[in-house]
């Protein structure tokens, strides 16, 4: 791509040239940059801003409104205003947890399959969704460089897993962009400070405080390479909770009556408590009003009310430091990423926790999507001295004999990356081979994350030990993966691949894209207890398997194993998809632990070879 040249007094670019784009897609704001005379620039949607809310509302009129005037309907609309999105990218119901009570539907299915929305009669992805987020920001810089565009690089925090990753992509397709690359926020940061641009090596810390997340990244740079050394968080502390201090402190100090608020008083006192939170960043009292309503608060409550905030952030900062096994005099650069990192009082605390100055040179709030556009610029071949490489965030193997994780490519690999390795059957003649994808650290695949699973068929007939199988991991730039495996011995190649069992196949991308309106049925409920029942009798088989091969077993345990069968057996005669799930879950946890003690027994017998 060549440079771009731009026309001072119109503000648009003339040349017409591709131009590659930066997103970051955040979960309260969401930006584009573009480099643009080899600078790195956010794009302006007002005087002000260049922050796009990733809200999106849902109006009667049918039109879907994204940024700043869907935030206006959160509180009135509630059911029709999706914020935090980002929160449900690649997660399967089974994923969510207690705590996600956001005001919109999210719709209660069987724990597998992505999680949906429901808006009116629609269901919608959380792909779906983050896609008019980024048709909002494609359209804001083709506005702005008055061309159209096609490609972006988009940041995804370090922790992303597969899935996350692979979601955060289709949505990308979704809305017309090819998306070259995901790339580590943390990562983006360092770059937007240059850091990585030369071939010094240094461990750096990123300290990410957003709206409603926080994210503390140890990174090692050396020659291009991005390696997380730790990463630490909590995906429920930010600005948000800042925001709903003060509301509280309000609340309290002028006695509002809770059961008197309407919806409108509700958002009013919402704005106004971020307002004043951004207020005290350079003033020392914030007044407004609300009706006949007299707000203050002054800088020393407001301190107040953020330390503890900070000192939660502390805690993990230090839990970070622990596992990436440094010291905070190790580090050579502390970057300070998202809004709520612009409180002065939080950066002085931050900077005092490590023992230096922080970065804040550029805004906080900006830096993601600049490095995002950085990396888009190295893509456009326009930086060819830079090579930026990343690393794997958790380990990925299979699932071998008893249950148990085989590491294929170890966390921070570096990617792109290729490993594999030799396995074996374990049953004469056996035609088939089941190979079960996970992700994580757990020595159980029970604990670890499972990404997909595939069959290889028509191995030839062969003893068992003698198939040669190979298993292949193949990591893109993306940190995207598929799995190949081949039957070397018989020469047949049988060779397949799978993606992560959550990405889209071309054919449902474009069913989505032609019916993004489903119609609400019953469907999912009676799927839900479908899938329920027949999880509940592979419980139950189980168990009765697990008696009998089990000699071992004190009759007390057997009893009751018995009992807690029994009750599922019931449930599953006449309970609902929750009675069931209840009961499985009740001898499941009875059970976890015997079953571990005969794992232990099985990996003894089995260490002789590498079954699966
Ligand atoms: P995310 O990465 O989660 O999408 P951002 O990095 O854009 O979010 O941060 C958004 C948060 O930053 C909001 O809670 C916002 O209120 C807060 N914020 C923005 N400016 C300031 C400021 N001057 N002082 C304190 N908080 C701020
Ligand atoms: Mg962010």
Not at 238 to 265: C, E, H, V
Not at 509 to 521: F, G, P, R, V, Y
Request: charged fraction near 25%.
């Amino acid at each position: 791509m060549a440079k771009i040249s731009i026309n001072m007094k119109e503000g648009k670019i003339n040349e017409q040239k591709e131009i590659i784009i930066g997103i970051d897609l955040g979960t309260t704001n969401s930006l584009v940059a573009i480099v643009n005379e080899g600078k790195p620039e956010t794009i302006k949607i007002n005087d002000s801003s260049s922050l796009v809310p990733s809200i999106i509302h849902f109006a009667d009129n049918g039109k879907v409104v994204v940024g700043a005037e869907a935030k206006t309907k959160l509180i009135t609309h509630p059911l029709h205003t999706i914020f935090s999105i980002k929160r449900l990218m690649g997660k399967s119901y089974g994923d969510l947890s207690q705590k996600q009570s956001l005001g919109y539907q999210i719709i209660d299915d069987s724990t597998e399959s992505l999680v949906k929305i429901k808006v009116g009669d629609t269901f919608y992805s959380p792909i779906e969704l983050s896609a008019e987020i980024l048709k909002e920001l494609k359209k804001i810089v083709e506005a702005y460089i008055d061309q159209p565009v096609s490609k972006t690089v988009i940041t995804v925090p370090a922790y992303f897993n597969d899935a996350q990753r692979q979601a955060t992509k289709d949505a990308g397709k979704l809305a017309g962009l090819n998306v070259l690359r995901i790339v580590n926020e943390p990562t983006a940061a360092s770059l937007a400070y240059g850091i990585g641009l030369d071939s010094s090596t240094k461990t750096i810390a990123v300290y990410d405080l957003g709206g409603g997340t926080f994210d503390i990244s140890i990174l090692r740079i050396e020659d291009g390479v991005f390696e997380v050394l730790s990463t630490h968080g909590d995906t429920y502390l930010g600005g948000d909770d800042i925001d709903n201090a003060i509301t509280r402190f309000w609340i309290d100090q002028y006695k509002i009556d809770m059961d008197q608020m309407d919806s409108s008083l509700r958002q009013e006192l919402r704005i106004k408590s971020e307002e004043a939170k951004i207020t005290l960043s350079d003033n020392d009292t914030y007044k407004a009003n609300i009706g006949t309503l007299n707000l203050e608060i002054s800088k020393i409550d407001f301190t107040k009310l953020v330390t503890p905030i900070i000192d939660k952030t502390i805690e993990l900062c230090k839990k970070a430091l622990k596992d990436a096994e440094i010291n905070t005099s190790d580090l050579d650069q502390i970057v300070l990423v998202g809004g709520s990192t612009r409180i002065p009082e939080l950066q002085s605390r931050i900077s005092d926790f490590f023992g230096q100055q922080v970065f804040t040179e550029l805004n906080p709030d900006e830096v993601v999507a600049l490095g995002a556009a950085i990396q888009a610029d190295v893509l456009a071949g326009n930086n060819k001295d830079v090579l930026l490489l990343d690393i794997t965030p958790l380990s990925l193997g299979i699932e071998t004999v008893g249950g148990l994780m085989d590491v294929i490519v170890p966390r921070n690999s570096k990617i792109p990356i290729k490993a594999g390795r030799n396995y074996t059957t374990s049953v004469d003649g056996q035609k088939n081979l089941k190979v079960s994808v996970f992700q994580g650290e757990r020595d159980l695949v029970a604990d670890n994350r499972k990404l997909g699973e595939f069959i290889l068929k028509n191995i030839p007939p062969m003893p068992a030990g003698l198939p040669k199988i190979s298993i292949h991991f193949i990591i893109d730039a993306d940190g995207i993966l598929r799995v190949k495996a081949l039957e070397e011995r018989s020469n047949t190649e049988t060779e397949i691949e799978i993606k992560s069992q959550y990405g889209l196949s071309e054919e449902e991308m474009a069913k989505m894209l032609l019916d993004s309106m489903q119609h609400a049925t019953e469907d999912m409920k009676i799927k839900a207890l479908i899938e329920a029942r027949n999880e509940g009798n592979g419980i139950v088989l189980a168990t009765n398997k697990f008696i009998e091969q089990n000699g071992w077993l004190e009759d007390q345990d057997k009893t009751e194993l018995l009992k807690l069968r029994d009750q599922l057996i019931h449930q599953l005669k006449q309970g609902d998809k929750d009675d069931i799930n209840g009961a499985m879950e009740t001898l499941n946890t009875f059970s976890r632990p015997l079953a571990e003690i005969a794992l232990d027994k099985n990996v003894a017998k089995a260490l002789h070879g590498k079954d699966l």
